[in-house]
């Protein structure tokens, strides 16, 4: 899996204030470990976790609201992480940290006074700098355009 596949799943929470803005903090996380054994005794046995973390918070503002549906835009900042451990030989364990800006338009019908089923497309921006290493400085920036389907409860 990639990053920006597992982003698409996640927890929000949605709070609307009295002004009409709201906001939604949100975490997703993806954990996958392999365990490779072999039969032949001349092969080592190893294992590889790799573990995706994204933690963001969401300001929107509604654009129009009729009857059950609204409208809104608005971004989610955050921060993803990566993480790939392994106790394989020759096999270095791999970080990366990314910034993440992602404006965002998006609707939702309203079921109820507090439930909304809705879609939203974000126009994601992630950015990671490696200056680990003295000689260079790495800055490197992935875009990618995401839908999601949501269930909102508002609390």
Known sequence: PYPSIISLMGFY???ETPVGIWIEPGYSLYSEKIDIEYDDSSFDDYEYTSTFKTISLGVFFKIMKGGDVRTYWGARLGKTSYRFDTDEEGVDDAELDNLMIAPTFGAEYFVGKNFSFGGEVMYKILTSEDTENTA????????SVEPKFLVRFYF
């Not at 260079?136 to 875009?143: A, K, L, R, Y």
């Open 13 to 15: 929470l949605s709070y």
């Open 136 to 143: 260079v400085d790495i800055t490197t920036t992935s875009v």
